[in-house]
């Protein structure tokens, strides 16, 4: 999940960097077994012919309350890496990056009404997209819980 | 304020924004170590203040409770703000308001003493250089806080012009108040509190209105004024005054008053329909232009006298080319540059502050169009990430301002 931040045109003029340093690493985000998670922050959980995208609870902690969703249409396809929607916080815009690739075969729509279901539920019910993978092997590119865990402590404690 | 940006201090944004962990940690580190830190940075970062470089200074972006809960909480209970890095200047000498008027729109000789204004810094062509509160203390004697991010800017245009004009004979000098301090206190709870804090009676000091007092036992300038809506102040404290003082105003609130940062702020400004320097107001936007018609004084209107008047008047007569509006709007929250088109899809223009509001719980923004398509009730469509979302031309502020004024 790329964060795009829309620094201003001042920000930019003082090239204000996209620097923070939270003194308290945050280390209480759940990461759950079984799911594959992407260093951009999206997890993917595979099951049968159909694998199911979000983001996690590490990013939505990060991004504070979710306003707003965009996500595609079902039918089209996602790459793995690119984006294929948009968070939107009171604040900030952040990119959602596909961590397989495939055919989206569903989109969650209660996302339209309720995009806070991303903040209180990340791994449930504020899923986002359900893909057909093109190439299941790429899951193996991907980090497991443990690997996840490890990868958000030192990126915390890094910054 | 007015500065901007809306960092929120993610680890995540940088990740990405890199690539090489090593080159980011480099230029961090390197970042980090040139920020200025106000006299509260250690109070911040032990109040669980997320910290990020803005114009210069190590500011906190938000602490605890989220940008939603803080802006909320504000209008409720009230807010500190430590904007130390904004720049209070005193302009002193019999002919500090003259020379002044050179620089700025208002009619600074008509205010009372004790009063002050919203003012812009205007240039030659009548862009806004920035825009300032002003406050004339007395006939000798202005008081003045500048944006941050526009602080070097900004005092090199006044002492050029303070040189050429003491060359000629004009007594005018100025004094930077870098020992001071500068706490913004916004919101229902701001003149009861402080209250606790004076012996002066604040029932009689209205919106805009300034005096010196003793605030806590230390020497303050305060202001009624702020950059919420709220009623509220802003209190110049001696900086190492300023940690006693806010712990006393948090205290003195019992909890109700929150350590509030920059997200917060930008979105309360936003909802009050106030420009923020350098988004919604350029050097290229006239005053005119931004909507601050008002703030071009009666008698300069006539006289003119100030850089940028001929530009200035006629757009008074004329009408600006175009004005800057507020939006309502649906889908994702239109941001700065967000394209905005009339309802055949022809560009009339572009958004400079965007978001959701926490109050109204909607997308509100402004930005600038074509004048005749900027009345309350025109429909436009905003462009994000390439699609069309419905827009309506508002009326702002947003959220009713609640100054504290003269019954």
Redesign the interface.
């Known amino acids: 999940?790329?964060?795009r931040?829309?620094?201003?045109?001042?920000?930019n003029?003082?090239k204000?960097?996209?620097?923070?340093?939270?003194?308290?690493s945050r280390c209480f985000s759940t990461v759950l077994d079984g799911l594959k998670y992407a260093?951009?922050?999206e997890w993917v959980k595979h099951e049968g012919s159909v694998a199911t995208v979000g983001i996690t609870d590490h990013?939505q902690d990060?991004?504070?309350?979710v306003?707003?969703v965009?996500l595609p249409e079902p039918g089209g396809s996602v790459a793995q890496g690119s984006s294929f929607g948009?968070v939107?916080?009171?604040?900030?815009?952040?990119d959602v990056n596909s961590p397989i690739s495939g055919e989206i075969v569903e989109v969650n729509t209660k996302l339209t009404e309720a995009p806070g279901l991303v903040n209180s539920s990340p791994y449930e019910e504020g899923w986002m997209i359900k893909i057909k993978p093109k190439n299941p092997s790429e899951l193996d590119s991907l980090f497991g819980a443990k690997e996840y865990t490890k990868f958000c402590e030192e990126?915390?404690a890094?910054? | 304020m007015r500065g901007s940006l809306w960092q929120l201090g993610q680890s995540i944004t940088r990740r990405l924004a890199s690539g090489d962990k090593k080159a980011v940690a480099h230029r961090y580190f390197a970042t980090e170590a040139e920020l200025k830190k106000t006299a509260l940075y250690d109070f911040h970062v032990a109040n669980g203040g997320k910290m990020v470089p803005f114009a210069g200074w190590s500011m906190p972006i938000q602490y605890k409770d989220s940008i939603m809960d803080s802006t909320l909480n504000c209008r409720e209970n009230g807010s500190l703000f430590d904007v130390s890095h904004m720049c209070g200047l005193s302009l002193k000498g019999k002919d500090a308001i003259p020379f002044l008027e050179k620089l700025v729109i208002a009619d600074v000789a008509g205010l009372a003493p004790g009063t002050g204004t919203l003012t812009v810094f205007t240039n030659e062509k009548g862009g806004a250089i920035d825009d300032s509160v002003i406050t004339k203390v007395k006939d000798d004697h202005i008081y003045l806080v500048v944006n941050a991010g526009c602080r070097d800017k900004d005092l090199a245009h006044i002492e050029a012009h303070m040189k050429a004009f003491k060359a000629k004979g004009g007594d005018v000098s100025w004094h930077i108040h870098d020992e001071r301090s500068l706490l913004a206190l916004q919101g229902p709870l701001a003149a009861p509190v402080l209250q606790h804090l004076t012996k002066e009676d604040l029932s009689k000091l209205y919106f805009g209105e300034f005096c010196m007092l003793d605030i806590h036992g230390s020497h303050c300038f305060l202001t009624r004024t702020g950059y919420t809506g709220e009623d509220g102040f802003e209190i110049s404290v001696p900086s190492e005054k300023a940690l006693d003082l806010a712990k006393a105003i948090l205290e003195k609130s019992e909890g109700k008053i929150r350590l509030t940062g920059l997200g917060a702020r930008d979105s309360l400004r936003l909802e009050a329909g106030l420009c923020l320097y350098g988004n919604d107001m350029e050097q290229h936007t006239t005053p005119i232009e931004a909507g601050l018609t008002w703030a071009v004084g009666k008698r300069r209107r006539a006289e003119g006298g100030f850089l940028g008047a001929e530009v200035i008047l006629k757009q008074i007569q004329e009408g600006p080319p175009i004005r800057r509006v507020g939006f309502f709007s649906t889908g994702p929250p239109p941001r700065s540059h967000s394209e905005i088109q009339d309802e055949q899809g022809n560009n009339i223009g572009e958004v400079t502050s965007g978001g959701f509001s926490p109050c109204l719980k909607k997308n509100i923004a402004m930005g600038y169009v074509k004048s005749g398509l900027h009345k309350a009730g025109t429909n436009v469509k905003i462009v994000i990430r390439g699609k069309p979302n419905e827009g309506v031309v508002t009326k702002m502020p947003f959220v009713p301002t609640k100054y504290y004024k003269p019954s």
């Open positions: 999940m790329a964060l931040m829309w620094a201003s045109s001042t920000a003029a003082l204000i960097s996209c620097v923070s340093r939270p003194l308290i260093s951009s922050h990013a990060h991004l504070g309350e306003v707003f965009d948009a939107e916080s009171v604040k900030a815009t952040s990126e915390d890094a910054h």
